[in-house]
Nanobody, 116 residues
């Protein structure tokens, strides 16, 4: 059974930092693409960061320079370091695993709230 479990969310003031973690189990980790998304109620889920099995990384402009994605294949965990947080970063953050076969697995999400 595939499981993705996020942690590290919470309440932080604007300008602060948080580090999210997503631990994977039940599936090969190192060969798959890992990504972070976020969603605000009433809006579409938004892509935040991606890291491939080979370490290629990309971000949308909205978080580039502030967020850093990384992965530790020995711990089957992907991280999202978020710095210089803004109130508009408030959302539920989800990690996603995309397998070589094109199947997606999602975690349950972790709430990030940034106060002004």
């Amino acid at each position: 059974q595939v499981q993705l479990v996020e942690s590290g969310g919470g309440l932080v003031q604007a300008g602060g930092s948080l580090r999210l973690s997503c631990a994977a189990s039940g599936i090969s980790f190192s060969i798959n693409v890992m990504a972070w998304y976020r969603q605000v109620p009433g809006k579409q889920r938004e892509w935040v960061a991606v890291i491939t099995s080979g370490g290629t990384i990309d971000y949308p402009d909205s978080v580039k320079g502030r967020f850093t994605i990384s992965r530790d294949n020995t711990k089957t965990t992907v991280y999202l370091q978020m710095n210089s947080l803004k109130p508009e970063d408030t959302a539920v953050y989800y990690c996603k695993m995309q397998t070589l076969g094109g199947k997606d697995y999602w975690g349950q999400g972790t709430q990030v709230t940034v106060s002004p």
